[in-house]
């Protein structure tokens, strides 16, 4: 975890190194099946390939996730001349937080959020959408702003961006197999009939890369869902105003499930990380969000509004 006034989170520092362990793990446990699978017939080199292509979407997710996220978003990265109030909230927080200052980005869209990424502290950036901006109140902003500053000092999105690796090599792997099924499998000829197991390649590889992709789907939600709940956390102690910020996520909420389907699909695609997910009521979708519920997260908020009323003695 990178060093700043923001509070620390040892709960949140153990789990991203549990949660890229294990999907380390998962990770070279997919490889190893794969070069059995496609070792009793003749193809190694696929599952050697599939590995190296695993590793590539890591190094390409790592080097460029600002970028990916902000074309994402429809963002731009705005000056201090083109939105100077905002500057100068963020460089405020950065001095407060002692943190160098990320880049800013702007997305112009009706959806109210904001995130934060980067592969390290001075890669970073926080975006902001339009609608957010016209929504909140300074105080209110001031701690949406902490909160996705807190994910830049904590490093939770590089290893977010990272961690999903396994994930997005299993859901190719899912895709292949797919093909494979309908125009003879893997392998030329080999692949056509079944292996030692008496069960087609094709078949082998989809349970494998579906087990793979479950695991790493769970353990990025659970991983994301905490992570959210430690933003809000950080974000509250450095501005002392948790009420600000359970206002805003209020606000948030209760403003995306006003906003049309098509505006909200425009964003989906970096819901995960914005400080609110980018789904309009109630449905699957939330079941498995990326986020802790709006419920959690203003008990918790008003938690920290408590501690920070008692008198000192």
Known sequence: MARSRFVGDPGLTARMTLVMFLLGGVFVALIAALMAIFASNGGVGIAMLIGLAGIGVAVYQWYS??????????AREVTPQQAPELHAMID??????DMPKPRVGIADTPVPNAFATGRSPERAVVCVTTGILGMLTAEELEGV???ELS???HRDVLVMTVASSAGIAAGMLTQGAQYGMFFGGFGGNRG?????NGLPIWLLVLVVSLVVYAVSFVLLRLLSRYREMSADRAGAYL???PAALASALQKISGEINTIPQKDLRQVSAASALCIAPAVAGVSLKTLTSTHPSLEQRLEQLAGIQAELGRPTR
């Open 92 to 97: 405020r927080l950065c001095t407060m937080a």
């Open 151 to 153: 994910h830049v000092a």
């Open 65 to 74: 996730s600002d970028t990916v996220a902000m074309k994402a978003m429809r």
């Open 239 to 241: 501005t002392m105003k």
């Open 145 to 147: 702003l902490a909160h």
């Open 192 to 196: 056509r009939d079944n292996n030692n």
